[in-house]
């Protein structure tokens, strides 16, 4: 029988989580261990926060997904937002729920992914809270985060002529929790399947770019794709009252997302473009912008980008394929009656 | 039957919450509605930063508390650690997990009750998350706040020979959740009692007071009594490597506090030390800053402050009572076996 969590004192624990995630850097000026943790200013720059909770039995469950992807996760789709707003982060907090029967290797394990991905982002975990639950598993983040005033990069700014560019691919995510939720199993995945199953369990948010993409000045708008690129297009375009046409031909569909639409039967562009959790990001890009966007792109590792649209002045989002127009699927709503499993859960205010 | 929030979608949710807090004042740069919500910088503070998650069935029952008292209360408990550091509060974010039958009616009271609240602290909801729990209701807060540098009221820097004095009185919501949790039903209390369930269900964070005091250099060190003032006192002595010895005869303690321990055959100085959840401040004053500490806690509407113990050199926490030292009781650990209902709950890190 492996020992849980209440084995230990709520103290004990705490003292463990923070022996696990080593000394804080220097901007924080107090970290764990407070009522409350300090964070030194950083002159010129306004502060970006952003939080967003995974709960157990409707963004993961315990038996798909190792504990330590768990603690990736939480942190990686809150990183990912300050990335869209071109903020570059700075510190996190973490806020667990947990059954007193948690094991506490599980416990050691999801503080250790959040600790990996918040000491290699930048975002040291400054303070937190560990509570019971009767339910399951919730792990709530946030993530602060620091940008030049004028370089934040809202929702609301594309203006219609400009570009719009999507980072990686899409529908992959979709594509694994489409694998794990039908019982495929690992051992009988291939490749592309088990990257897919990858960007669902551990997304890789695009910090760096974000950042320097806003730094730069090299984009009016952006957002991040937590709800699919269908959704981030159109809450752009309805956000910036303008509107917005996606081309078909030319969207970076992941190769698991193809292959899994195509053997359900499904189109694999509408089911990419619905397709949630991938976290890339969406920049609105004006024409003067380009060259600027390109050199910030290719700054540091390369990260691949792809024109998939423009923004017109007549509001709406449409889907431009064969040289016809259709209007966009729409996204997903997570108090719906849809099944838990099938489902992108969850929405930042 | 009342209508759940699952007769609206998501954002319809989102909508309606943001209609019920109103447009945010002019330091929330960008509020509810994008990525992330960006915060002015206020030249020459530290940004502080606190969470804290209350848990249906772990720190409320919501067959006991109203919903307003639930969003209220969340706020609070972070506003409360705002205060203990000194720290103005400047802005909050709201992570809400909810059942799909949760009514849509108590959706309503939840948010106006953390509204009303932010709204009088100075801490708008700028952003938050809206995701559904298979479980109990979780409602987890970030708080943020502003000092200026030097006048952060750490737990660390209590020195012996200082002084010990606590806000308000002590006991009254421990005694409020033992009456509510023996069954006893609101039209049989009298006004202590009702008080008393009041202070558990809705404490009035000590805001004003702690952001003053920690401006005025009123104090070093500070902590708020979300764990008891047994806890306190000892986690400011022990952060500050010295000891502290409490005054029992001096303690205030509540009426309705002392009357439930009297009648449980409870030691009623006991009970109220280790009561949690009064979310008043503890502050260690040296005695140069009693002056500035007395001037700072009568500003504005004056809150009564008690004198009850000193920080000793040797390590420690001792009850002084009749002339006679015995050890502190020890606080609650909240990942242990004691049933739910009597025990506080949850831990900041």
Same mark, same amino acid.
């Given at each position: 029988?492996? #020992?849980?969590?209440?084995?230990?004192?709520?103290?004990?624990?705490?003292?463990?989580?923070?022996?696990?995630?080593? =000394?804080?850097p $220097?901007h924080?000026?107090?970290?764990?261990?407070?009522?409350?943790?300090?964070?030194?200013?950083e002159?010129?720059t306004?502060s970006v926060v952003t939080t967003d909770?995974?709960?157990?039995?409707?963004?993961?469950?315990?038996?798909? #997904?190792?504990?330590? %992807?768990?603690g990736h996760k939480a942190l990686a789709v809150n990183l990912s937002d300050l990335a869209a707003m071109g903020a570059a982060p700075r510190a996190s907090l973490?806020?667990?729920?947990?059954?007193?029967?948690?094991?506490?290797? +599980?416990?050691?394990?999801?503080?250790?992914g959040f600790a990996t991905l918040a000491a290699a982002s930048g975002a040291p975990l400054?303070?937190?809270?560990?509570?019971?639950? =009767?339910?399951?598993?919730? $792990?709530?983040v946030t993530a602060i985060g620091a940008a030049r005033?004028?370089r934040v990069l809202?929702?609301?700014?594309?203006?219609?002529?400009?570009?719009? &560019?999507v980072t990686g #691919?899409?529908?992959?995510?979709?594509?694994?929790?489409?694998?794990?939720?039908?019982?495929?199993?690992?051992? @009988?995945?291939?490749?592309? %399947?088990?990257?897919?199953?990858?960007r &669902?369990?551990r997304p890789e948010p695009r910090c760096r770019l974000g950042w320097t993409v806003g730094r730069s000045?090299g984009a009016?708008?952006a957002m991040d794709l937590s +709800?699919?690129? @269908?959704?981030? %297009?159109?809450?752009?375009?309805?956000?910036?009252?303008?509107? $917005? $046409?996606?081309?078909? +031909?030319?969207?970076?569909? +992941?190769?698991?997302?193809?292959?899994?639409?195509?053997?359900?039967?499904?189109?694999?562009?509408?089911?990419?473009? @619905?397709?949630?959790e991938d976290y890339e990001l969406a920049f609105?890009?004006?024409?003067?912008?380009?060259?600027?966007f390109?050199?910030a792109v290719s700054r540091g590792r390369p990260v691949p980008v792809? *024109?998939?649209?423009?923004?017109? @002045?007549?509001?709406?989002?449409?889907?431009?394929?064969?040289?016809?127009?259709?209007? *966009? =699927?729409?996204?997903?709503?997570?108090?719906?009656?849809?099944?838990?499993?099938?489902?992108?859960?969850?929405?930042g205010?």
């Amino acid at each position: 029988m492996s #020992t849980s969590i209440a084995a230990l004192g709520e103290q004990a624990l705490i003292d463990r989580l923070r022996r696990r995630i080593g =000394p804080p850097p $220097v901007h924080v000026e107090l970290g764990i261990g407070d009522d409350a943790a300090v964070l030194a200013a950083e002159p010129g720059t306004v502060s970006v926060v952003t939080t967003d909770a995974i709960v157990e039995g409707v963004h993961f469950r315990r038996d798909w #997904t190792a504990p330590d %992807a768990i603690g990736h996760k939480a942190l990686a789709v809150n990183l990912s937002d300050l990335a869209a707003m071109g903020a570059a982060p700075r510190a996190s907090l973490l806020s667990l729920a947990l059954p007193v029967d948690f094991p506490l290797a +599980d416990f050691d394990a999801l503080v250790d992914g959040f600790a990996t991905l918040a000491a290699a982002s930048g975002a040291p975990l400054v303070g937190g809270n560990l509570t019971r639950s =009767p339910g399951p598993v919730v $792990v709530d983040v946030t993530a602060i985060g620091a940008a030049r005033r004028r370089r934040v990069l809202r929702r609301s700014t594309a203006r219609a002529g400009q570009e719009l &560019y999507v980072t990686g #691919t899409i529908g992959a995510a979709a594509a694994g929790l489409a694998l794990l939720a039908s019982g495929h199993v690992r051992d @009988a995945m291939n490749p592309a %399947a088990l990257a897919a199953v990858a960007r &669902y369990e551990r997304p890789e948010p695009r910090c760096r770019l974000g950042w320097t993409v806003g730094r730069s000045g090299g984009a009016t708008a952006a957002m991040d794709l937590s +709800d699919g690129l @269908a959704a981030a %297009a159109r809450s752009l375009a309805d956000a910036s009252g303008i509107g $917005v $046409v996606l081309d078909a +031909d030319t969207l970076p569909i +992941d190769e698991a997302a193809n292959a899994w639409a195509v053997g359900a039967g499904q189109d694999p562009v509408l089911f990419a473009l @619905a397709g949630g959790e991938d976290y890339e990001l969406a920049f609105a890009v004006a024409r003067k912008q380009r060259s600027r966007f390109r050199a910030a792109v290719s700054r540091g590792r390369p990260v691949p980008v792809t *024109l998939v649209g423009r923004f017109v @002045a007549d509001r709406g989002a449409w889907l431009s394929r064969n040289g016809t127009l259709s209007p *966009l =699927p729409a996204g997903f709503s997570h108090f719906g009656v849809r099944p838990l499993e099938a489902e992108n859960c969850g929405k930042g205010l």
